[in-house]
């Protein structure tokens, strides 16, 4: 594990350098690399013949934050990432892979910075725009909850809502966040949205978009109208495990052909 420090935090990553392509993995909101493995969301396991970047974003995991909301921002994210892949591949572009914030995450350093990428693979995108309301409460409500009564009321309450198909079977995990920091990261991804339509059509980077049905965290509108403004080659929507289960082959073929149709 190597640490890289950012402005009021410090990131925990590990580099795999098997040669060929760019690749930077990233996970979603209160997730780790070590969750997301046993989530079936990394899909960066086993991916042969690149040099594959993967760390916790600031708060998550082996990282470190603040408590501070603004911090947990997905425009704050999106900054880390950029340092850090300056500092991993300086000057060369990187394809891109992570479900619901990590999509956020990426989708937000591409409009600072959109010769940094050479592709994405968008896994699961997250509420946005105009369901994105209605979820920022629901984090807030979060918040408050581990904050009175810790995070074993979160997770409690997490067990009773419906998974999706996709996910069902799937191991019962608990947030990879000290709870000291939870309600800020909560908070600061009530305070986050993915850039306006006009910024997201205007980037010129092939993409993947990976979702999964019903699912009103990850909506399948959010995967549809991300695959009307960017340059999307490919859209698919899981309905099974077994169908997730063949996303990291999709993520081989998009990181060693991004320019396929």
């Known amino acids: 594990?190597?640490?890289?420090?950012?402005?009021?935090?410090?990131?925990?990553?590990?580099y795999s350098d098997e040669g060929g392509p760019a690749v930077v993995q990233l996970h979603g909101l209160t997730s780790s690399r070590t969750?997301?493995?046993?989530?079936?969301?990394?899909?960066?396991?086993?991916?042969?013949?690149?040099?594959?970047?993967?760390?916790?974003?600031?708060?998550?995991?082996?990282s470190h934050g603040r408590p501070v909301a603004e911090d947990y921002q997905w425009t704050r994210l999106a900054q880390d990432l950029l340092e850090l892949l300056e500092h991993r591949f300086p000057g060369e572009p990187v394809h891109g892979v992570g479900p619901s914030m990590g999509c956020a995450t990426l989708l937000?350093?591409?409009?600072?910075?959109?010769?940094?990428?050479?592709?994405?693979?968008l896994v699961v995108p997250p509420t946005a725009w105009e369901t994105r309301r209605s979820k920022a409460h629901d984090y807030h409500r979060a918040a408050d909850l581990v904050e009175r009564h810790g995070v074993e009321a979160l997770i409690r309450a997490e067990r009773m809502a419906p998974s999706p198909p996709a996910t069902q079977g799937s191991p019962e995990t608990?947030?990879?966040?000290?709870?000291?920091?939870?309600?800020?990261?909560?908070?600061?991804?009530?305070?986050?949205?993915?850039?306006?339509?006009?910024?997201?059509?205007?980037?010129?980077?092939?993409?993947?978009?990976?979702?999964?049905?019903?699912?009103?965290?990850?909506?399948?509108s959010t995967a549809h109208e991300l695959a009307r403004l960017l340059d999307c080659r490919d859209l698919r929507i899981a309905a099974t495990r077994d169908e997730v289960a063949q996303w990291p082959s999709v993520l081989f073929q998009d990181a060693h052909h991004p320019r396929r149709r």
């Open 1 to 14: 594990m190597q640490m890289f420090s950012v402005p009021g935090a410090s990131l925990a990553g590990e």
């Open 174 to 220: 608990a947030p990879d966040v000290k709870e000291s920091l939870l309600p800020s990261v909560l908070r600061g991804a009530a305070l986050s949205d993915l850039p306006s339509h006009e910024r997201l059509a205007a980037l010129e980077i092939p993409t993947t978009i990976l979702a999964w049905a019903d699912d009103p965290a990850h909506p399948v």
């Open 35 to 62: 969750r997301d493995r046993v989530l079936d969301l990394d899909l960066g396991r086993g991916l042969s013949g690149t040099r594959l970047l993967r760390f916790d974003a600031r708060g998550h995991g082996e």
């Open 108 to 121: 937000h350093a591409a409009v600072l910075e959109p010769d940094r990428f050479s592709g994405f693979t």
